[in-house]
């Protein structure tokens, strides 16, 4: 299985304040698919952003964007004006054409007050 | 309702004893998983299934059977539970292997056992 690396097992985070959570990827293939997901205390996942390998274009969803560097194999995720409600797991995710997903271990982020 | 249940949400069980934890979702989905989650590994694949009566093993699937009679249910059975098998599962379905909404994948809200 292709691995997937989360190196920051724990983050911190002001309130209002911006992180970035950190996602490598091993592949030889050109096309994939990315992923961030987001597990609250309630243990549901929740899917954050997604970004197709061909397109150059970094995804954005509201305060949630990602930098993508396709050569460096890396998927960093960054939180804009960080919220209490952030507080979580973020785990990121890679797919190839099939159809699994496989995941890091895992970013856990506080945010303070 | 629509969406992707699990149950039971919580299992307490014995070593030796058989389990099955029960996914349906109401989307006609092709495509359905369970994973593994334990502290310190994220989310481990254990088996998938692109359509009823096709199934494939993922990267930890010893221990484990899976069947898929009906396109809606993808139930996990642990056939003589372990230790190990302590975990909290989830499944999840997804219309197809491309990137557009339903393609992408939808979880369960997790089922959490625990093996004595």
């Known amino acids: 299985a292709q691995t997937v690396t989360q190196s920051q097992p724990e983050m911190s985070v002001q309130e209002a304040e911006t992180v970035t959570l950190s996602c490598t990827y091993d592949t030889s293939e050109s096309d994939y698919y990315l992923f961030w997901y987001k597990q609250p205390p309630s243990r549901q996942m929740i899917l954050v952003i997604r970004q197709e390998a061909y397109k150059q274009q970094n995804a954005t969803e509201n305060r949630f964007s990602v930098n993508f560097q396709k050569a460096a194999k890396s998927f960093s995720l960054k939180i804009s004006d960080s919220q209490l409600g952030d507080a979580a797991m973020y785990f990121c995710?890679?797919?190839?054409?099939?159809?699994?997903?496989?995941f890091g271990k895992g970013t856990s982020l506080l945010v303070t007050p | 309702d629509a969406g992707i249940t699990q149950s039971p949400r919580y299992k307490i069980t014995e070593t030796g004893r058989q389990v099955t934890l029960m996914c349906h979702q109401t989307w006609s989905h092709s495509y359905m998983f369970w994973y593994r989650q334990d502290l310190g590994h994220g989310l481990r694949l254990i088996y998938y299934s692109a359509a009823a009566d096709i199934t494939d093993k993922g990267e930890v699937p010893d221990g484990y059977v899976v069947s898929r009679s009906k396109t809606e249910n993808f139930p996990l059975t642990l056939e003589s539970a372990t230790r190990s098998q302590t975990s909290v599962y989830f499944c999840?379905?997804?219309?197809?292997?491309?990137?557009?909404?339903?393609?992408?994948?939808?979880f369960g809200a997790g089922s959490r056992l625990t093996v004595l």
């Open positions: 995710a890679y797919r190839e054409s099939g159809y699994a997903l496989n």
């Open positions: 999840a379905s997804g219309a197809g292997t491309g990137l557009s909404g339903a393609n992408v994948l939808t």
